[in-house]
């Protein structure tokens, strides 16, 4: 055949359908409804890491699921719930794009835990970004990043800048979850 290599190329890799999910066009949403739970997931399909975050999903979503199906007695259904928020930057010579997922976890006793999972990508580079590779070798970032957090943390929360441990503000491992925008770096914590 005149122009063909003879190489058949690999349909892309479908996560969705790997979720168990209905895939909308624009996102691939996981419903899961018993009497003893219910679980509702949203994700984007435009992030480019698709491997990354159905990995993530996938666990979060089976360890919920063993939870619940345990039988342990409860007042109320537990819940899952994982809502993607998007962020994107584009400042020349790249750009990035991140997806931020709020996750609510209700175990029947009427309380929840609020969780975030923050996934960033390097469009220029091609490759996530982490915390471990957002600022350059050699700097050190936690220091001016620390009191500007505790700061925001403080007035949005109320008590005082101090209430956040050095040990902890000065942490590289506090800040994994974060969004770049044109001109803005915003953290997530878990509450």
Known sequence: IFGSSGIAAAAPKDYCADLKGANTGS????????????????????????????????????????????????TAPYQLTATPTEYTSAVPPRGSQ????????????????TTFKAFNWDQGYRKP???DNLFRQGTQPFPVIYPI???????????????IPAAVGLDPSTYQNFAI??????FFFDR
């Open 149 to 163: 957090v505790a700061d925001q943390v403080a007035k949005q929360f109320g008590g005082d800048a101090e209430s």
């Open 129 to 131: 970004i982490t915390i």
């Open 27 to 74: 996102s691939c949403v996981i419903q899961l409804a018993d009497p003893a739970y219910a679980v509702s997931i949203n994700i984007p399909q435009d992030y480019p890491d698709q491997k990354s975050v159905s990995e993530y999903v996938s666990q979060t979503r089976d360890a919920f699921l063993n939870v619940a199906k345990s039988g342990a007695t409860r």
């Open 181 to 186: 925008t044109n001109d803005s770096l915003i």
């Open 98 to 113: 991140a997806v931020v997922f709020k996750v609510t976890q209700s175990l029947g006793d009427g309380n929840s835990k």
